[in-house]
């Protein structure tokens, strides 16, 4: 038995050795990540382009690749990158003449469980919101596809016809080539030892053929690239794990390579045709095991492989057996046992570092291949033009705060999720692992109130408080998978918060201090609304990008002549200070840019009766003509000192109370006691996105995203066209192009049990639209609630359907907000 998959790829015969002095980019790592960066940065002109592999192409984790390529993906961002790829196959045949090893077979996903049916419906809809064809299938028409499988377990089945597999070597040299003729120089056999970094941002790298200076390195070294990252002084969560595959002995096909690739996730195990007549079986062990090795660097040697451990792959052996009744005559040939990266919540690790110039592209969870040609366009867009066409903010390395460079936490989060990578995952379903990190100063109240906890960031956030069910017995449980992580708490919630009052804690909100000189011209720049407002002024505003596509969606607050702090998402303020940081730097602006996140909690109180919870706890008036909206003013609550902000994010009156962080649990307690005698009531998260969805409030990661415009948005309010900013030429051209193409709106389906997850397709009159953004209940109105994108002219009152679980539910455009529209409750 072999652990040798396949014969060593031919290095190009004409690969330079001699190393250059400088560059204007120096990629790291020959597998297909850094050859695609390389050969995009080319196509967009940029010549002096350097990739240096310190063994020969493709040698360090793509070598060993299975290569299955599925495009229906989690994310439409991710699928389109993967059906980009797919294209890039066709140029690179017409450039270099070579075969990058593409074999569109197609795809069959399996289900055999009621869970699963359920999911493959789900996905089903979602690939027509991505252009994907995707059928389903019965059991006959499974078998008809491949009529060696065993279909009797077999409930339903995906097919997606452009689903295929590639060979690893002959997609990097492919890649490599096209590179090459682009002018690309690669050497080989060179290890990089060292990364030059100075004054906060890299000036290039050593080598042990030595020194080469550039503004630009890309870390693309695949399972060794948290060792290349720690060269540059950052700690990525790069997770290197062992990955198994096995390939058997001949079938008594003829052949099988052209057989479609099988997925069948509730028996862990994958396979597809290879060497002619075999089947390369792999799986995801319930029990993974990390790499790290004992001496030196991961991937030090070249085709690094780990011994076979056919114990730990016995059971997804014994499924492949199971599913494909030849395979139990039949032997394994060969196990190719070897490293993959991973990273803590299994999406691509991309972008720039905190060092300026220090890109990173890795942990790929076995999908690198796949996605290798999309990886290289959006990593060569960003380093060139500042910003790539698709939102890759889910996959942004500033997704994680500093804790994510703790090996132990990046380790037990990365394994958690290798073990459950083929389990549904249901929509408000936690993590359970390297749990608690954060927690607000409120932690001490949460167990006697019942909370059920989330986690965003590494915060642990109250989602409902179960003493809260008993306020709404009545309430009915959403159908299907949006009623499975539910509570009649969250009913409870909203109507308490609409009728008196609910405190919220939006302690993990991410806070940024801006101050110094440059502040006020900095932020004017960067933010579309204009934040120049007198001192105590709060301004709802969007950071945008050179494409007007929406970067940040946050709350200025100006403290002083040059003080403002900015309050965005949970998950973004590594993100938004980077952004500033460096549009700083690039304006050489006095500026000082400080998270203060930790330093101060935020209770919200919201609700008809907050004043007067609150006003008998303060000297400072609360009355509407004193303290009016879109105010902030420095006051005591009871002995506690509070920045007290007059803004929702529930419609409803009411105020974010921001306090030092050892004064929260004092505040926390004063609000509840005063708040007693009005039924005030603890509220979670799960409220606070019930109430924004019936005020028309967007969310930034799902309505906003980098690739759509405040315009399209519905935000032009908060848009001033009249003043410079980043931005306003693309708003400026879509503006002078007529009505708009797309618009966010309002949906309100016909049945109020059947609730939206996102992604959901939108038709009308039977034609795609659209595709849902972000849906749930709306308990104030009485009405299931989504938002969708779709063609500009489409007036109010328009009937739609949504495709939920591969079934049409009928809709109706309503004009938004549906919860209180001229906002009187607001400025009560």
């Known amino acids: 038995m072999s652990i040798e998959p396949t014969p060593r790829p031919e290095p190009p015969a004409d690969t330079p050795s001699a190393l250059p002095a400088t560059a204007r980019a120096v990629v790291i790592g020959g597998g297909v990540a ?78 055999t469980s009621p869970e699963r049916v359920e999911e493959l419906r789900r996905q089903a809809s979602s690939a027509a919101t991505y252009g994907l064809d995707m059928e389903l299938l019965g059991p006959a028409a499974t078998v008809d596809r491949l009529p060696l499988l065993n279909v009797a377990d077999v409930r339903l089945a995906g097919w997606l016809p452009g689903d295929g597999w590639l060979e690893p070597a002959r997609l990097g040299t492919a890649l490599a080539a096209g590179a090459e003729r682009l002018g690309v120089r690669i050497v080989t056999g060179t290890r990089v030892t060292g990364v030059t970094v100075a004054g906060g941002r890299v000036h290039g790298v050593v080598t042990t053929a030595g020194a080469v200076a550039a503004d630009v390195v890309v870390n693309a ?26 390939v058997s002995a001949p079938l008594s096909d003829a052949s099988t390579m052209d057989i479609p690739t099988v997925r069948d996730p509730d028996r862990i195990v994958y396979f597809r045709g290879a060497d002619e007549t075999g089947l390369l079986v792999g799986g995801y062990v319930r029990d993974p095991s990390p790499w790290q090795p004992a001496a030196g660097a991961p991937l030090d040697e070249a085709r690094t492989l780990f011994a076979p451990d056919l114990p730990k792959f016995a059971e997804s052996w ?90 132990r936490w990046a380790g037990a989060r990365a394994l958690d999720g290798y073990s459950r990578y083929y389990d549904v995952v249901y929509p408000g379903q936690e993590w359970a692992t390297a749990r608690p990190l954060r927690r607000s100063a409120v932690w001490p109240r949460l167990a006697e109130l019942d909370a059920e906890l989330g986690e965003k960031a590494g915060w642990e956030r109250v989602n409902w408080f179960g003493v809260n069910a008993e306020l709404t017995p009545q309430a009915q449980r959403p159908k299907g998978w949006a009623g499975r992580h539910w509570s009649p708490a969250i009913a409870g919630e909203v109507a308490a918060t609409a009728r008196a009052a609910g405190l919220f804690d939006q302690s993990s909100f991410a806070k940024l201090d801006v101050r110094g000189r440059g502040a006020l011209d900095l932020l004017q720049h960067l933010c579309a609304n204009d934040v120049g407002r007198p001192t105590g002024s709060l301004t709802y505003t969007q950071m945008l990008n050179s494409r007007g596509g929406i970067e940040a969606d946050l709350t200025v607050t100006r403290l002083g002549e040059s003080h403002f702090r900015l309050v965005t998402s949970t998950a973004s303020g590594v993100r938004d200070a980077d952004w500033i940081r460096k549009h700083a730097l690039a304006q050489d602006a006095d500026v000082i840019v400080d998270d203060v996140t930790g330093a101060y909690g935020c209770l919200c109180l919201w609700g008809p009766r907050a004043r007067d919870i609150l006003q008998p706890l303060t000297d400072t008036s609360l009355a509407a003509s004193d303290f009016k909206f879109m105010r902030a003013v420095n006051l005591f609550v009871g ?63 799902s309505d906003l995203t980098t690739d759509t415009s405040p315009l399209a948005a519905g935000l032009a309010p908060f848009v001033r066209l009249d003043k410079p900013f980043l931005g306003r030429a693309a708003l400026l051209a879509e503006r002078d192009a007529g009505p708009l193409p797309r618009r966010l709106r309002c949906l309100v389906l016909d049945d109020p049990g059947t609730v939206c997850l996102g992604s959901e397709p939108v038709r009308i009159n039977g034609i795609p639209a659209g595709r849902v953004t972000s849906g749930g209940f709306g308990y104030r109105v009485g009405a299931s609630i989504a938002y969708a994108y779709l063609p500009g002219d489409v007036p109010a009152g328009t009937p739609v359907d949504v495709g939920i679980f591969d079934r049409w539910v009928p809709a109706v455009v309503r004009q938004d907000p549906l919860y209180d529209p001229k906002m009187l409750r607001v400025r009560a």
Not at 40 to 66: C, F, K, M, N, P
Not at 337 to 347: I, M, N, V
Not at 645 to 658: A, I
């Open 34 to 111: 850094g050859c695609s960066i390389a050969y995009h940065l080319a196509r967009l002109g940029w010549s002096d382009v350097l990739l240096i592999e310190q063994h020969e192409l493709t040698e360090g984790t793509t070598w060993h690749s299975a290569g299955f390529v599925g495009q229906l993906r989690s994310t439409v961002s991710q699928t389109r990158m993967i059906m980009y790829s797919s294209g890039l196959y066709a140029e690179l045949r017409e450039l270099t003449g070579l075969d990058p090893g593409w074999r569109g077979v197609g795809g069959l996903r399996l289900a």
């Open 221 to 246: 070294a695949g399972a060794a690239a948290g060792h290349v990252g720690r060269l540059a002084g950052v700690d990525l969560p790069i997770v290197p794990i062992k990955h198994q595959y096995v």
């Open 318 to 407: 014994a499924n492949a057996r199971h599913r494909v009744p030849e395979l139990r005559a039949l032997d394994i040939a060969r196990v190719v046992h070897g490293p993959e990266a991973f990273t803590p919540d299994g999406e691509f690790l991309l972008g720039e570092t905190p060092v300026a110039g220090f890109w990173v592209a890795a942990g790929f969870c076995v999908h690198g291949l796949a996605a290798a040609g999309g990886v290289g366009k959006v990593m060569a867009e960003w380093i060139a033009e500042g910003t790539p066409e698709y939102d890759v903010s889910t996959m942004d390395v500033r997704r994680y705060g500093r804790y994510a460079g703790s090996r």
């Open 639 to 701: 002995p506690v000192p509070v920045l007290a902000q007059r803004v929702t994010f529930v419609g409803e009156l009411g105020w974010e109370l921001y306090a030092p962080t050892e004064y929260v649990l004092t505040l926390w307690d004063l609000l509840q006691e005063a708040g007693r005698p009005h039924d005030l009531r603890p509220a979670g998260y799960r409220a606070i996105d019930s109430m924004r969805l019936e005020k028309g409030y967007r969310v930034w990661g």
